[in-house]
C-alpha cells in the first residue's frame, strides 16, 4: 500500500502562483507514475500533470506553459508548481500513485482558491 500526504493549498489572487506538495509512504518501491488531479464543485475529477519513474511528464491542455510537475525521488514527494493561476483552476487538487500492483493509490486532496 501507498500513503499519500498532500500540503500547499490556499487562497491566492489571480496570476499568483502555488506550490503543491504530495510525499508517499509504504510500499514507494512499487510506484510507477504520480500526479495531480483536480474536481471543482460539481464537475468530475480531471487529470491536470502526472510524472512517471522515468521523468517524463504529461499535461492537461488547461495547464500546459503555466503548471510543472517534478520529481524528488530521493524524498518520495511529487511537486506540482502552478503559476499564473486563473480563477477557473479553483478546486480540490488530489495527488495519486500509481502501481501496477494495487492501482491508484489516494491523497486526502487540498484546496486550491483563486480569487478574480
Known amino acids: 500500500q501507498v500513503q499519500l500526504v498532500e500540503s500547499g493549498g490556499g487562497l491566492v489572487q489571480a496570476g499568483g502562483s502555488l506550490r503543491l506538495s504530495c510525499a508517499a509512504s509504504?510500499?514507494?518501491?512499487?510506484?510507477?507514475?504520480m500526479g495531480w488531479y483536480r474536481q471543482a464543485p460539481g464537475k468530475k475529477r480531471d487529470l491536470v500533470a502526472y510524472?512517471?519513474?522515468?521523468?517524463?511528464?504529461n499535461y492537461a491542455d488547461s495547464v500546459k506553459g503555466r503548471f510543472t510537475i517534478s520529481r524528488d525521488n530521493a524524498k518520495n514527494t511529487v511537486y506540482l508548481q502552478m503559476n499564473s493561476l486563473k480563477p477557473e483552476d479553483t478546486a480540490v487538487y488530489y495527488c495519486?500513485?500509481?502501481?501496477?500492483?494495487?492501482?491508484?493509490?489516494w491523497g486526502q486532496g487540498t484546496q486550491v482558491t483563486v480569487s478574480s
Open positions: 495519486y500513485a500509481f502501481t501496477r500492483v494495487t492501482g491508484n493509490s
Open positions: 509504504g510500499s514507494i518501491f512499487t510506484i510507477n507514475t
Open positions: 510524472i512517471t519513474s522515468g521523468g517524463s511528464t
